[in-house]
């Protein structure tokens, strides 16, 4: 009896002893393989960006032999794949990351839009994003490209409205005010204009489409704050059908750049005291932030919240001529660029603030 228990005991040992052996191995190789698959996709990633990409392909495929549902890998085979314009490939592989439900599945979602936005199916791009949104309605990219595919649809009431969501979720993201910007040049307001495109130069003022925004933007400016009168001192201001019908138009505020007629008074929006160091540009630009100090407790809507909540701040913390010299950066004139290369520090402190006021905001 004694004998027969010990062998029971014996054995029960033998067998706990396999289980940890074997739980152990398991981890092992699980470690192993996890190490080995990271390493696969980050030489993959490399590949990609040197534009390797059957290389790359390769690298990523090696990780499916291991684990044929790895998000990750997937993922970047659809990037690959968008990129190289094999767009039936990309969706396909979007798709398969999306029903793993990663927690980066919002990204195939983007990937996968633009993919049928590129052939040309933007009814189907846009049920894509309107999914996605409804899934993950924090993520601005996806706001954004459903901005874009509605607006090459001339949808741009929608588009704005969606461009407008991504600005409101993501404020740091130059595209976005880019073409909101656009979207209120077409329309003839003049304030949304400036508002949009000046904040867009800011994040993004080396590009050769910051010199577009720059020149709708100045001449925007110019339009705005140097009206003349008739010889009956007479001036008129011209406000496009389209910018009345939209409610947050603020075409009506140009009321406020009209000077004064009267000798004795002056429109206080225009007195700007010009220093050595600015140019007529800056000079413009400060009388354009004045009159935001004017509005800035006007009706909530994103362009009192976030344009011009933004630069009567950048005004109060005193970096308004730093400003107006990164947002004339892009023009052909040396002055902006002489000037900040002058100015390394001011631009360095500028910089730290707007960081900190985002990151605050």
Known sequence: ??????????????????????????????QTNEEKIQTLIKEGIKMHDAQNYNDALAKYNEVLKIDKNNSQALYEIATTYLVTKKYDECIKYADKVIKNKPNFAYQAFDLKGSALDYQGKSEKAIKNYQMGIKLYPNYFMLHFNLGITYLRQNKVKEGENSL???????????SAHYYLGWIANKRGDKIQTILAMSHYILLENQSERSLDAYKILKMNLNNLINKKSDKDNNITISISAESMKNEESMAAYELFFIPSLEKDKKNTILEVTKTDEMTDFDVQFAQFCNFLDVIKNEKKNIWIDIYVKLFTHIKKAGHLLVASKIIAYPTIDSDSKVWITGNIEKVKTFAEWYQSFKKND
Do not use: G
């Open 1 to 30: 009896m004694q004998d027969t228990t010990q062998k029971k005991f014996i054995l029960m040992k033998l067998i706990l002893t396999f289980i940890s052996f074997f739980v152990l191995y398991s981890q092992l190789f699980s």
């Open 164 to 174: 407008k969501q991504a600005i409101t979720l993501y404020s740091s993201y130059p």
